[in-house]
């Protein structure tokens, strides 16, 4: 069966440092990988999407790069944290199939102080 | 660009009685899906219902049923005899068939009464 890990769950960062989350697919190859960013009380902004290795678009320019070094790896990263950057992020996948729905890590809750 | 709007950021329901959690989407393509996701209070994503575009049939999954108006691009979730078990965050999500780009709503917080 296919499984998705993301962490670290919780993180508190200063302004200014930088950031790493990793997300990882287990149980399948080739996957949609994809991260999106859950500000409090709002809905689930998709950040980034990935169809293959190297390969990212990105839907909203911010502080935010993401990276996706092998088949079922993708990073979230960034050099210089905002405090705006705060929120829940989410990392989930999905098969190329076009009818098949995302599947979601637990989710990784941001704080920048 | 594709949009999803959710126009009832908070709805509440009797437990035992119905609700319909609205959701309008605006695109260009003819090839697409439609999905409603659940998310409690644990944060995790849950797929509730889905629906092909192509199919003129609205999809149902027990208590949940969706009406899909296609020329209006409407896209509304239906819960029958509503649990407590069923309070949380509803997310529209549409997937473009040329993209594979997700997109979601803003959501809509469902409480129930008991």
């Known amino acids: 069966s296919q499984t998705i890990h993301q962490w670290p769950a919780t993180l508190v960062q200063p302004v200014g440092s930088p950031l790493s989350l990793e997300c990882t697919v287990e149980?399948?190859?080739?996957?949609?990988l994809y991260w999106y960013r859950q500000a409090a009380g709002r809905g689930l902004q998709l950040l980034f999407y990935?169809?293959?290795?190297?390969?990212i678009s990105s839907e909203v320019p911010q502080n935010l790069s993401a990276s996706r070094p092998q088949d079922r790896q993708f990073i979230l990263s960034s050099k210089k944290l905002l405090l705006s950057d705060s929120g829940f992020y989410l990392c989930a996948w999905r098969k190329r199939r076009k009818n098949t729905e995302a599947f979601f890590g637990q989710g990784t809750r941001l704080t920048v102080v | 660009a594709q949009t999803v709007t959710q126009s009832q950021p908070e709805m509440s329901v009797q437990e035992a009685e119905t609700v319909t959690l609205s959701c309008t989407y605006d695109?260009?393509?003819?090839?697409?899906?439609l999905f409603w996701y659940k998310q409690p209070p644990s944060r995790q994503m849950i797929l509730v219902i889905r629906?092909?575009?192509?199919?003129?049939q609205n999809a149902t999954e027990n208590r949940f049923s969706v009406n899909f108006q296609k020329a209006a691009k409407s896209f509304s979730l239906k819960i029958s005899d509503s649990q407590l078990g069923d309070a949380a965050m509803y997310f529209c999500a549409y997937l473009g068939g040329s993209q594979g780009n997700l997109i979601f709503g803003k959501g809509t917080k469902l409480s129930v009464k008991p």
């Open positions: 149980g399948t190859s080739n996957p949609n």
């Open positions: 695109t260009s393509e003819s090839d697409y899906y």
């Open positions: 629906q092909e575009a192509y199919k003129q």
């Open positions: 990935s169809v293959g290795i190297g390969q």
